[in-house]
């Protein structure tokens, strides 16, 4: 019988130490700066572009890794490397498939947070003229600054990430703040929002996401799924609607 009680025990114990792996997982997801190896794979599917009511798939891998350069700082780079599929998209354009230019940041960030608990990162951002048509990126090279900043209080975590680029023809601002709230059950809610002002353009547009996540396994593989509807405001070509899919996985040290 207490055999039966402390297997029964073990298989608590063992429970309950996997669960808090992955609360404390989906805590990290929350920072963009996180020491964590991650792969996400994002879905972006949008409806009723510009005046052709066109459609776009955006499929951007966007593998995430932190690497120690000192005993103080991490510098983790992020990578975003779009698949797209569109049609109609600028008027009557037609379809066009293929890769989308790459967009590279790298980020150096103390490995402690300041005594005020924020946590922070600074760096370069590139863009990387990898399209394969010119209706699919901008098809020239762009860098400029890049910094991010958050504080995690609890569940809840503030925060918002900023970048500017400049190429020859090309001027612009991307402002990403976001809010999350944590749950029990390694889930999470985070309201989203993406901002750009194209200086070249004289042009704003957003789209907000309020986006449900949890983080699961499947097999031995720590992975998190997250859906949410995009909300789009601004410039001619925003859409009318729109949803995101999200598969992250994730590869804690």
Known sequence: MKLRYSFFAMLLGSSLFAQADADALAKQLQNPIANLISLPIQGNFDYGIGPADGKRMTLNIQPVIPVSIS???????????????????FGNSGSQFGLGDIIATGFFSPKAPTKGGIVWGV??????PTSTDNLLGLGEFGAGPSAVALTQKGSLTIGGLINHIWADNFSATFFNPFFA???SGARALTLNTELTQNWTNDAFAGVVMLQGSKVFKIGNQAVNAGVAPR????????????FRALLVFLFPK
Do not use: C, Y
């Open 71 to 89: 005993e103080n700082w991490n510098l983790i780079t992020r990578t975003i490397m779009p698949v797209i599929s569109q049609n109609d998209v």
């Open 231 to 242: 909300f789009h405001f601004g410039g001619g070509r925003a859409a009318d609607w729109g």
């Open 123 to 128: 760096g370069p951002v590139f863009l990387i």
């Open 181 to 183: 709230k944590n749950f």
